[in-house]
């Protein structure tokens, strides 16, 4: 099957940066897109940003533009997300997700566990 591990979450003052990585590891073929979404309390979950990989074509919440930015790492399979200014909005979980082409050809949606991202001062 196909696993995504997430990390670099954590705890931030306002105006702060983390960086997320993700990890895709299984059975994979190749990758069509990744990105990141979010969910903070109470919220449904929402699109942050998603790179299309062989493309490196990327979209962005209007949010986060100009603050995040996302990147592939084909050495790893994953990608990075670089988060800059960091704002208490940004509060929330953020997971991993992936649609890849399995290496029997089958075509599979993945999400990650979810990484804590808390901004406060």
């Known amino acids: 099957q196909v696993q995504l591990v997430e990390s670099g979450g954590g705890s931030v003052q306002p105006g702060g940066s983390l960086r997320l990585s993700c990890a895709a590891s299984g059975i994979i073929y190749s990758i069509y897109t990744m990105g990141w979404y979010r969910q903070a309390p109470g919220k449904q979950r929402e699109l942050v940003a998603t790179?299309?990989?062989?493309?490196?074509?990327?979209t962005y919440a209007d949010s986060v533009k100009g603050r995040f930015t996302i990147a592939s790492d084909s050495a790893k399979n994953g990608i990075n997300l670089q988060m800059n200014s960091l704002k208490p909005e940004d509060t929330a979980v953020y997971y991993c997700?992936?649609?890849?082409?399995?290496?029997?050809?089958?075509?599979?949606?993945?999400w990650g566990q979810g990484t804590l991202v808390s901004v406060s001062s």
């Open positions: 997700n992936a649609h890849v082409l399995t290496t029997d050809y089958r075509r599979l949606e993945r």
């Open positions: 790179i299309t990989y062989n493309r490196d074509d990327t």
